[in-house]
């Protein structure tokens, strides 16, 4: 009845704690992880969409102008489109019926900031045709490939990270 402990009867107890610390660092390595690869998920998505939902708004508002004023003569080949603007950049452009910005905010449209990574969006008015582009990461052009699959004949890569968007013409 009278047993005696040595030296070695605590080392199943330490060792199972080991074994306990070890599955808890494994198990928050692995949570860590796929956290990480969710964000990274997540902020992708919300990328690509805002670059659809900015250049379907930007491009709705250039041919609406068109539309509200097709007898404007805004120069070039279509001359009820607005003109290119001396900055290239779209935040800059004005309807040619009105003279007025595109993106004064007095219908309630503002101009969307570009996402985090890419440049502002630029306009391009020649005799060919009108169109918009933004440049970002060269990183992202797998993304910016899903986005021309999706939109179509209307967007276009010319290089690596940058997306066009066809408004009127080629």
Not at 4 to 23: E, N, Q, R, S, T
Not at 129 to 145: E, R, W
């Amino acid at each position: 009845m009278n047993e005696k402990h040595g030296p070695d009867d605590g080392f199943g107890v330490y060792a199972l704690i080991i074994v306990i610390f070890v599955l808890i660092i494994g198990l928050g390595a692995y949570f860590a992880d796929t956290f990480s690869s969710s964000t990274t998920q997540a902020s992708e998505l919300k990328k690509r969409s805002q670059l659809v939902t900015d250049a379907t708004l930007i491009q709705q508002r250039i041919v609406s102008c068109a539309f509200a004023y097709p007898s404007s003569d805004g120069g070039g080949a279509f001359a009820n489109y607005p003109a290119e603007p001396p900055s290239d950049l779209v935040s800059d452009l004005e309807c040619p019926g009105t003279s007025a910005s595109l993106w004064s905010g007095s219908d309630g449209v503002f101009y969307p900031p570009a996402p985090r990574g890419y440049s502002e969006w630029t306009y391009s008015h020649t005799s060919s045709g009108i169109h918009i582009q933004t440049a970002g990461p060269a990183a992202d052009a797998t993304l910016l490939s899903e986005i021309v699959a999706e939109l179509g004949s209307q967007a276009l890569q010319p290089t690596s990270g940058t997306l066009r968007i066809i408004v009127r013409g080629s």
